[in-house]
């Protein structure tokens, strides 16, 4: 029994059966045993990949979006680049390289890291250093003030949520308990949630509570001082009913009871609800656009030929296979499957790689 999971057990003895989100926000953030806090979880040796993990290409290509949003938006003196979840800080270095490309951007920019993890706080440091000399903050709304840009890949997929069934009840809350063994296991509350919203029998609905409060503040601080939040996470483009919370370790899925603290615990985010409370937070939404058609509008074709052309042919082989990881379809692949949403100021005009994907609403 890993040290978290014989802390929840004594928990759920002492206090009765937890939440979903109190279970995620523990397995992800406990001080001493949560999951982010004790390791870094990227890459081959780790427990899964990111897309600025896979390539160069990807910070790069968000480092240009940048400096033509902050183009777009008057070319401030004083410019606030906003990361949430850093990770290594690999997507962030990969940025203030690429955002040389357009002369006194960089001087313009201090860079504000949102980061739980102090194993993780001190990676980023490292990658950072020579670069920038970040900030660091606990919470988004600290990391904001005055005109931002801020970015966020696989954020809010980490934030927890809580989730309900359908039953012939009437909707009940889905908790973690115990089973007759002591072990952890899933179960139902008793109350109603008044949540009144028609579904089959057993249907689960998910709550992103965290997730829409951050959408939420973001988008105030934008409409009200200008700039814009990128977000880019999986999850798909409308609403939907269903379980989304997954657990993986070593690159696999594993049952999401099976290893508090020692998998990465995260759900699917809801794109369309996230759109929703950013347009009523005073927002403009740009997208959600599939993360592939993005890429490809911002130039990672000709990125990626570009850098095999100067590449050895082993090098060439990487560039190709990250640039087709990045935009594959289906289930495999990054380029459908993730999506990218921007919120921005209302006087901004279209934002690269959006073109096409405007909200109904706003048209
Ligand atoms: N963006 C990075 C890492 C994604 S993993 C990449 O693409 O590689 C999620 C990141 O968010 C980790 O850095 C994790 O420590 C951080 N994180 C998760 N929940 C958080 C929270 N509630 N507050 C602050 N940081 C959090």
């Not at 063994?181 to 949540?195: K, N, V, W």
């Not at 798909?236 to 379980?243: I, L, V």
């Not at 609800?273 to 005073?282: V, Y």
Request: contains cysteine; proline residues 6%; glycine residues 12%.
């Amino acid at each position: 029994m890993s040290a978290l999971q014989a802390e929840l057990v004594r928990l759920i003895r002492a206090e009765g059966p937890l939440s979903v989100s109190s279970y995620m926000a523990l397995c992800l953030g406990h001080p001493a045993h949560g999951y982010y806090m004790t390791r870094d979880p990227f890459g081959a040796q780790g427990d899964f990949t990111t897309s600025p993990e896979i390539s160069q290409m990807f910070g790069e290509l968000l480092g240009v979006w940048a400096a033509q949003l902050w183009q777009a938006m008057g070319a401030p003196s004083a410019i606030r680049l906003v990361e949430l979840g850093p990770g290594r800080g690999t997507l962030m270095a990969d940025m203030l390289r690429a955002a040389r490309v357009l002369p006194g951007f960089r001087e313009a920019l201090s860079v504000h890291l949102v980061e739980m993890s102090p194993v993780l706080r001190d990676i980023q440091a490292q990658t950072l250093a020579g670069q920038a000399q970040p900030l660091w903050h606990e919470r988004i709304e600290d990391a904001l003030d005055g005109p931002v840009i801020v970015i966020a890949n696989e954020f809010l997929d980490a934030l927890p949520l809580d989730q309900f069934v359908m039953t012939a009840q009437g909707w009940r809350e889905r908790l973690v308990g115990l089973d007759d063994a002591g072990g952890l296991r899933f179960g139902l509350g008793g109350s109603d949630p008044g949540l009144a919203l028609a579904a089959p029998l057993g249907s689960v609905f998910e709550q992103p509570r965290a997730a829409l409060e951050c959408v939420a503040a973001l988008a105030r601080h934008v409409a009200a001082a200008g700039g814009a939040a990128l977000l880019i996470d999986y999850g798909a483009a409308q609403s939907g009913f269903g379980d989304t919370l997954q657990a993986v370790k070593r690159h696999g899925f594993v049952a999401p009871l099976n290893s508090p603290g020692e998998a990465d615990l995260t759900v699917h985010v809801d794109f369309a609800r996230m759109g929703e409370i950013a347009l009523r937070s005073g927002a403009a939404v740009h997208g959600p656009a599939p993360q592939g058609a993005f890429l490809l509008a911002l130039g990672l074709a000709e990125r990626a030929q570009a850098l095999a052309s100067r590449a050895t042919p082993a090098q060439a082989q990487t560039i190709i296979a990250g640039r087709d990881r990045l935009t594959a379809p289906g289930s495999t692949g990054m380029g459908e499957l993730f999506k990218v949403l921007a919120l921005a100021h209302k006087d901004l005009p279209a934002l690269p790689g959006f073109d096409l994907h405007r909200l109904p609403e706003q048209a």
